[in-house]
């Protein structure tokens, strides 16, 4: 029900873009977060957004605040991920992940998960 795209290779200082979109069923009431896995690594939370409310409704996780921007287009069931002046550190598996309520930096709160799509930064 959600799939996660627009992962890839980008040297450290570049950017990309990473969509989720929702099919089956929708989120309107709900939330949903991006988190990250990284080898050997314990899953992290990213940033997440509530579907409905102002735009400024999200929250970061500090090591990509300033960075990473989650917005929403609840006309076609979509979140996005924009990261800039990427690490790489940020060199993980991302995941997308619904819930039907409010955001939650919990990764265990949430129902519904994407596939992942891997992001690689070089140095």
């Not at 089956?24 to 992290?44: D, H, I, L, N, V």
């Not at 970061?60 to 800039?84: E, P």
């Not at 990427?86 to 919990?106: M, Q």
Request: glycine share 12%; proline share 2%; aromatic share 12%.
């Amino acid at each position: 029900q959600l799939q996660a795209c627009g992962g890839g290779l980008v040297q450290a200082g570049g950017s990309l873009r990473l969509s989720c979109a929702a099919s089956g069923r929708t989120f309107s009431s709900g939330s949903m977060g991006w988190f990250r896995q990284a080898p050997g690594k314990e899953r992290e939370f990213v940033a997440a957004v509530n579907w409905s409310g102002s735009g400024s409704n999200s929250a970061y996780a500090d090591s990509v605040k300033g960075r990473f921007t989650i917005s929403r287009d609840n006309t076609k069931n979509t979140a996005f991920l924009q990261m800039n002046s990427l690490k790489p550190e940020d060199t993980a598996v991302y995941y997308c992940a619904a819930r039907l309520a409010g955001h939650s930096t919990n990764w265990e709160r949430y129902n519904y998960w994407g596939q992942g799509t891997l992001v690689t930064v070089s140095s």
